[in-house]
Structures are given as structure tokens and as C-alpha cells.
């Protein structure tokens, strides 16, 4: 059902692009816009991931590395990796105080994940192989590139608005009517960003399920949510920030203040994924322990370290 949603979504979104196109400009405008869209599909297919990767000063890391906690990262993202028939994805680290982690690329042959230094500080060994699996899911899926080719349409839509202030659609006499024009250029990137939102939502959702089949453990993942959320909130990412169109690749909202689920929403509200994924652990015979009782508790790396940055800081 989500697939299908997804697939509605982008005819949707694909709809309005022609059609804002033909408003503007008629046929050759429409046509001239799709070659422009195009080519920044074909540009973003090749190059978003690297975009990505170097917008978050992203550092690759491996087996190798100094730190356990990485290595520890590291290791049994490569082993859900495999176990979920997937290509051994290249795996970075963000020196970032708020935890949280995404998955780029255009395929799962040139995948990438990246996990935040806040993220390794904060969960225990358990809820870290749960949010990999989670990205590792978005791979499996291919929703990386469903989310770039979205984010381009979007913004090409929200291009051809701006076409509209100067050159503003005709009616069948040929005369301009400069309201239509102002009210596409209002209300079509509007449209643009509910439909994009509305399809990384419904990935979330089925990356939470999916990633819980190839961690095992979707109690884990809640509880990682449940703390990711909690402690998002308190620390500012401000490479996000400074960039909101790239909120979506993330598992939960960077952006401060940002966590409703509505409209304008990049992701479902956390208490939703969390009941979706308890009643997952339910049905398996798992119990799902709050992140509140799990912060009192030590996890592999020792003491659960509260508020701490981890190792790095």
C-alpha cells in the first residue's frame, strides 16, 4: 500500500509539474521546463549523494577504526547489510552532537550511511543496529533516489511559479490574467512540498518496518526513536538548518521544533512509528522497554551517558 501511495504521489507531482507548465508557458514552455527538469534529475541522479555527504562534512570510516564504538558501527551495519542481500554500502560518520543518521545514493550498489557522533553517544549497541537497519531499508527500497527525484521535481515546480510573476497565464482570448499567475506562484510550491512530504512519510513507515525484519529486534528501534526524538530537540543541527530541503533523508526530523505530524511535516510523528513497531515486537513476543527506563540502565558502552556527546566531545 505504501509503494502504491508512493507511486500516486509522484503521478501527482508529476501532474502538476506538466500542468503548471502549460499555464505559463503553453506547449513549448511545458516542454522546455521537462528538458530543464530533466537535466537536474540527471545531474541530481549521479551527484546528490556526494552533495549530501559533503554538505554534512561526512568522514568515511571502517573496520579499522580507533574508537570501538565505531568499529562496533561499523561491523554490524556490514552484517545487516549481507544479511539483508544487500552490497556492502560505504559508511561515513558526521561530527554532530545531535543524534541522528540517513542513507543516500542511487542504488543499492553506490549506497551510503551515516550515522552522527551524537547517535554513537547516546544509544546502546542495540538501538544503533536498529537505526541502521532502518537505513539500510531505505536502501533496500530505494527510497533514496524516490527522494531526490521528488526534491528535484519540487523544486522545479517551485521554478515555473516564479515564471508565472512574469509571465502570467493567458486565458482562451489571449489576454494575461496576473491573478492566476500570483496564485500559482503561491499556491504550486505549496502543492509540491505536501506531496513530497506526504511520500517521505509514508517511507518512514515502511523503512521502520522493514528495518525491524532485518535488525530482528523492532523493539530496539522504537526505544532509539523514542530517545533520537527526545534529544533531537534539544540540540540544533545546524548543517540542517541550514539547509531544510535535505530534513527528509534523516530518521527523525532535524530541524528544531519541527516534530508535529501534519501537513508540513517531513516525518509521521514519532509516537506513531513507536506504536507501530511495539505491536511489531508484540507479535514476535518482545516487550518493549521506554528509553526512559533504558537511560537508567548501562548499555554495552557502559553507563548510558545522558546528555553527553559521547567520545568526541
Not at 80 to 109: C, E, S, V, W
Not at 193 to 220: F, H, K, N, T
Not at 249 to 257: A, D, E, K, T, V
Not at 273 to 295: D, H, K, N, Y
Request: hydrophobic residues 45%; charged residues 20%.
Amino acid at each position: 500500500m505504501n509503494h502504491l501511495k508512493t507511486y500516486v504521489l509522484l503521478a501527482g507531482l508529476t501532474a502538476l509539474f506538466g500542468g503548471i507548465g502549460y499555464m505559463v508557458g503553453g506547449t513549448t514552455g511545458m516542454l522546455i521546463a521537462l528538458a530543464v527538469a530533466a537535466a537536474m534529475n540527471l545531474f541530481a541522479y549521479w551527484n546528490a549523494d556526494k552533495m549530501v555527504l559533503r554538505h554534512f562534512r561526512a568522514e568515511p570510516v571502517g573496520r579499522g577504526h580507533p574508537d570501538g564504538r565505531v568499529r562496533a558501527y561499523v561491523e554490524d551495519t556490514l552484517s545487516m547489510a549481507q544479511r539483508a542481500g544487500l552490497p556492502a554500502p560505504k559508511i561515513y560518520l558526521i561530527d554532530n552532537p545531535q543524534p541522528n543518521a540517513f542513507a543516500t545514493g542511487r542504488d543499492p550498489q553506490n549506497a551510503a550511511v551515516a550515522a552522527t557522533t551524537g547517535l554513537l553517544g547516546l544509544l546502546s549497541r542495540e538501538e544503533i543496529r536498529g537505526v541502521m537497519a532502518h537505513e539500510l531499508a531505505h536502501v533496500k527500497n530505494r527510497d533514496t533516489l524516490t527522494m531526490t527525484v521528488t526534491a528535484t521535481v519540487a523544486g522545479a515546480i517551485g521554478m515555473l511559479a516564479n515564471f508565472a510573476f512574469f509571465f502570467a497565464p493567458r486565458d482562451g482570448n489571449g489576454n494575461s490574467n496576473p491573478i492566476a499567475g500570483l496564485a500559482i506562484m503561491l499556491l504550486a510550491p505549496l502543492a509540491a512540498s505536501l506531496v513530497q512530504m506526504a511520500i517521505s512519510r509514508s517511507r518512514e513507515y515502511e523503512a521502520d518496518r522493514i528495518g525491524a525484519e532485518i535488525g530482528g529486534e523492532p523493539e530496539a528501534l522504537a526505544r532509539a526513536l523514542e530517545k533520537i526524538e527526545s534529544y533531537a530537540r534539544q540540540r540544533v543541527n545546524v548543517d540542517a538548518e541550514r539547509n531544510p530541503a535535505m530534513a527528509h533523508l534523516f530518521i527523525i526530523n532535524p530541524l528544531s521544533g519541527r516534530g508535529a505530524d501534519n501537513l508540513f511535516s517531513t516525518h509521521p510523528a514519532t509516537r506513531n512509528r513507536i506504536a507501530q513497531l511495539t505491536e511489531m515486537a508484540r507479535r514476535l513476543g518482545r516487550s518493549f522497554q521506554p528509553a526512559a527506563e533504558a537511560l537508567n540502565k548501562a548499555s554495552p558502552w557502559g553507563a548510558a551517558s545522558r546528555g553527553k556527546r559521547g567520545p568526541w566531545g
